[in-house]
């Protein structure tokens, strides 16, 4: 559930219109509402309340500095993938001391401020990383709170794009050879292993690739102990899905249940990286009508939004949920469109053959857009990028402004005559 409903006709986020927040912050502009953040984060903490857990929102989702100050005032932890994102997670009053910080190519400048500010834990990717860890570490006289990603080669049955469990991928430790990693690393004087991390894909819709790969995570912890390497620490990384169209993932609770039952008697606390389940129906994207264009061949809505506001459709030819923000019928009556933006590139739509009754002028919403929305988003074309907006009760937040071509331009310069 989410709180964008439809009042007198007019798509609201929580108690404001979108006809007048497009008015007010323009198009197209991504819409954000602090109720569903918290909602969804608490489905979370209250799912996993009974066991020591941590739930570190994925950054990367959506990592506007409000929408992680939201998080970071219920509590949340936060999981990294570079310095970027942890300067970010200090700016918003997030506590380094519950961030986990993955990714597979940290440089020594990131492991050194993580180091500084004392993060919890890193998840190591490959042997090389930990070699680099435990040097930077030593030279700063300091213990590096450690994890492998282990990479458990379970089907995620995802996009593949989107997968990053099976063996063939890029990331984590594969499980055969985790063992002899952990060795190593346990021998590292500058390293204190603690856990063990995985991540097998986003928008996983089922249950059960999770629980195999707790499965075999157990497995590799008890492996561990029989040489002498207690695991105290269990991140099972993030991946549950949401409802884009009629998918019906499982809910926090469904997945902590399952979960919890398994873990039951170990002595291991437990971290969860969850984003797109947090932000993605919390956030949408407006745009506005700027043209039809009707063919034999085709209806071709244009569209303020495009590609590089909103890759996801372009990209993994992912399905949004576009709907009228108004309902009132137009002269134009219903036909379908494609809804294309105005980027140079085929490949520029954010939706295809969708029944719709609208006309130039008018506003749209594309849904489920909170999470890989503007994280995603870049300059191409030269397009400034999206305003963001928070929407809290019947107040609204200017929380990034749009960008303009000076912001574009600052940094470049010609050359000297
Ligand atoms: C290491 C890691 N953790 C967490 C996430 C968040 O995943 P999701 O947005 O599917 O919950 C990702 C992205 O897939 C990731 O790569
Ligand atoms: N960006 C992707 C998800 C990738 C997750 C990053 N680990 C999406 O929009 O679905």
Redesign the pocket.
């Known amino acids: 559930m989410d709180f964008f409903n439809y009042k007198n006709q007019v798509l609201q986020a929580e108690n404001v219109a979108l006809t007048d927040l497009a008015q007010e912050y323009g198009t197209p502009c991504y819409v954000y509402s602090r109720a569903t953040l918290e909602r969804h984060y608490s489905a979370y903490a209250d799912a996993f309340a009974s066991h020591p857990t941590l739930i570190c929102y994925?950054v990367?989702?959506c990592s506007n500095i409000a929408i992680l100050n939201v998080l970071a005032r219920l509590g949340s932890g936060f999981?990294i993938?570079s310095v970027g994102e942890l300067e970010r997670v200090l700016k918003a009053g997030g506590d380094p001391a519950k961030v986990m910080f993955?990714?597979l190519g940290k440089q020594a400048v990131e492991m050194r401020r993580a180091l500084e500010v004392g993060i919890h834990c890193f998840?190591v990717e490959s042997e090389a990383e930990l070699y680099r860890l435990d040097q930077v570490a030593g030279e700063m006289g300091k213990i590096a709170p450690v994890s492998l990603?282990v990479n458990p080669d379970v089907d995620a049955k995802t996009h593949p794009y989107?997968s990053?469990g099976l063996k063939e991928n890029k990331f984590g430790i594969d499980i055969k050879d985790a063992v002899r990693i952990y060795q190593i690393a346990h021998k590292l004087p500058n390293l204190n292993v603690m856990g063990v991390d995985c991540?097998i894909?986003?928008?996983l819709t089922e249950l059960k690739p999770f629980l195999d790969t707790f499965d075999r995570l157990i497995g590799l912890v008890d492996e561990l102990s029989a040489v002498g390497i207690e695991i105290k620490h269990l991140d099972l990384?993030?991946?549950?899905g949401v409802r884009y169209r009629d998918e019906v993932p499982p809910e926090p609770a469904e997945y902590a249940q399952l979960v919890l039952e398994k873990v039951k008697g170990r002595n291991v606390t437990l971290a969860f990286?969850?984003?797109?389940?947090i932000a993605a129906n919390a956030g949408l994207l407006v745009t506005q009508v700027e043209f039809l264009k009707c063919t034999a061949h085709k209806n071709f809505a244009i569209i303020d939004g495009a590609m590089n506001d909103l890759i996801r459709p372009s990209l993994y030819s992912a399905w949004m949920d576009i709907v009228p923000v108004s309902l009132a019928p137009t002269p134009e009556g219903s036909r379908s469109y494609d809804l294309v933006g105005p980027i140079c590139e085929t490949g520029d739509f954010l939706g295809k053959d969708r029944e719709l009754d609208i006309q130039a002028g008018d506003l749209l919403a594309v849904r489920s857009a909170g999470?890989?929305g503007f994280t995603m988003s870049s300059n191409y074309n030269s397009r400034n990028r999206a305003a963001e907006v928070m929407v809290d009760g019947d107040k609204t937040y200017l929380i990034r402004a749009r960008e303009t071509i000076e912001h574009q331009l600052a940094g470049e310069q010609v050359l000297p005559d």
């Open positions: 994925a990367k989702a999981d993938v993955s990714g998840n990603r989107i990053t991540h894909g986003s928008q990384g993030g991946g549950l990286e969850p984003g797109r389940s999470a890989y």
